[in-house]
């Protein structure tokens, strides 16, 4: 469960970013910047990420159903601190992979590293965070929402003579 | 999709069955489809957007024929993998209290069928511009 709960969550995350940068019209620039071997592995960083992420937050939330003993309040703290977390290990790792990206490519130097090093780890790490945050809250709700169309699947269908 | 599109058949067909003898089979293969079918989005995802990766600058407009059909593509595996998140908690939660229900597992994999086979006509669709 933790698995396909992590995955929806990369998987909707970026088919909505992707909806909406191509409806805009920013979606051909950003992806024409990016090689496909680097843009893979950045949804892979995502995708793994992600799937840890939920880990943390619904760990010991599960006993035998999805449905949990934990508040649902606790949870969507718990998510939102998490969804943070994760946003700050993404951007770490969009940073390791675009300096291999650009090393490769021999177009990087050291001083370049340094000044990149420094954005990331400051206002990038602070901005990274307070997304990753919101998107955390965003998913908690959307989960929450899921469990209990669920729960009324099961009940409706459970009640049918 | 391939993997998507024969599991949900499957496990839509053994439902309709609704032989009782079959139903902890039912539920086993659930979970297994389960597992294939997040697998399954995440990497028709990475690949996509790869593929998109690869138009670069020639990426066509969104206002155009194939942008629209596009963005209604994106729009349906969205909704796809929205819809999917309750038949997976109910599977898990079948699983856990060993009481699968035939009729609702086919009629939850009946309705993921209907939808990935929508998906891939627009597919076809993209595909032909």
Known sequence: MIFALGTFHAAALIAALVVVLYASGGLASLLSGLSTIAGLVLFLALWLTTVWSTNRTLRGAITVAPWTSVPPDTLIARAAWRGGVNGVIFLACVGLILAISSAFNGDLAFGVIGAGFLVFATVGAAVAFVIGFVVGLLFAGIDLALVSATRAILDEKKSRP | ?129
Do not use: C
């Not at chain 2, 599991?7 to 039912?26: K, M, P, Q, T, Y």
């Not at chain 2, 209604?72 to 229900?101: E, G």
């Open chain 2, 1 to 129: 999709m391939a993997a998507i599109l024969g599991g949900a058949l499957l496990v839509w067909w053994l439902g309709l069955r609704r032989d009782r003898d079959d139903a902890g089979v039912i539920i086993v293969v659930a979970e297994r489809y389960e597992w294939i079918f997040w697998a399954a989005i995440g990497v028709q995802l990475m690949t996509g957007v790869g593929n998109l990766g690869a138009f670069g600058e020639a990426l066509p407009s969104p206002s155009s024929g194939w942008g629209t059909k596009l963005i209604v593509k994106l729009v349906a595996v969205l909704a796809l993998a929205v819809l999917s998140v309750p038949r997976t908690l109910a599977v898990v939660a079948m699983a856990a209290a060993k009481q699968p229900r035939p009729g609702l597992l086919s009629a939850l994999y009946g309705g993921t069928t209907v939808m990935v086979v929508g998906i891939a006509g627009v597919a076809v669709w993209l595909a032909h511009g």
